[in-house]
């Protein structure tokens, strides 16, 4: 990995609350429109998800603010999808996304010697890998 300065790192995190805010919005949509008895369940996954996504998004803001940066207002666009199993890939494909910008933000801050960011990341990288894996088994991947 090549070096980068801790303002190259914090505009990273910032790409990186933009893409959680986008996970909050298209987990919102994505809840309210899937139907179906065979969905309830992960209807349900998708709720508890938002909430994760918003403390993943409050722990990011913090992290560039400690790092002197200002917090995104801005979220990433995504394509509107009302098909279940659409959306459902939808939902792992970014959650796939970001659990690689994770690690990679974790391995980034230990190179920078920025321990206490790493830890404060380790959260969301493992509460990422569950969704992974939640939206893995409902596809039945």
Do not use: C, W
Request: no cysteine; aromatic share 4%; hydrophobic share 40%.
């Amino acid at each position: 990995m090549d070096t980068i300065s801790k303002q190259e790192f914090t505009e990273k995190l910032n790409a990186d609350l933009r893409m959680e805010f986008r996970s909050i919005m298209q987990y919102v949509q994505h809840a309210a429109t899937i139907k179906g008895a065979r969905y309830q369940n992960m209807v349900e996954e998708l709720e508890r998800h938002t909430e994760q996504e918003l403390r993943h998004a409050m722990a990011l803001a913090r992290q560039i603010d400690f790092l002197g940066g200002l917090p995104a207002s801005t979220a990433a666009s995504f394509d509107t999808v009302t098909d279940p199993e659409l959306a459902l890939r939808q939902d792992l494909e970014l959650e796939q996304r970001q659990l690689e910008r994770y690690r990679e933000r974790v391995a980034m801050a230990t190179e920078l010697d920025l321990p206490d960011v790493a830890e404060a990341l380790g959260p969301l990288l493992r509460e990422t890998q569950e969704h992974v894996r939640d939206l893995m088994t409902a596809l039945g991947d």
